[in-house]
């Protein structure tokens, strides 16, 4: 987490970096519960968390909580459309 390669920056001091990259999360994440965490492990759970349950709401056809959806490529090649 050191690198916030999110953010497409790297820099020596995490003290720049670091509040950023938690600004962005948040956007990201709508401050639900650990998804902006410094803790991998937390942060991990908290998008699971935001994943799964915006997976219920699309069946639904109810908007998601925040931005982040599963996804999942079925394609046997890879494109570079980015």
Same mark, same amino acid.
């Given at each position: ?9 790297c ?14 999360w948040?956007?990201?994440?709508? $401050?639900?519960?650990?998804a902006?965490s410094d803790?991998?492990?937390l942060? *991990?759970d $908290? ?11 699309q069946?639904?056809g109810e908007?998601?909580? *925040?931005s ?15």
């Open positions: 987490m050191a690198v916030d390669s999110e953010l497409n920056i820099r020596e001091r995490m003290d720049v970096t670091q509040p950023l990259r938690r600004h962005l948040k956007i990201h994440t709508k $401050g639900i519960r650990n902006a803790s991998i492990e942060a *991990a $908290g998008w699971e968390n935001i994943i799964s349950r915006n997976a219920g709401k069946k639904n908007a998601p909580l *925040a982040l959806v599963g996804f999942m490529w079925t394609g046997a090649s890879r494109l570079r459309l980015d």
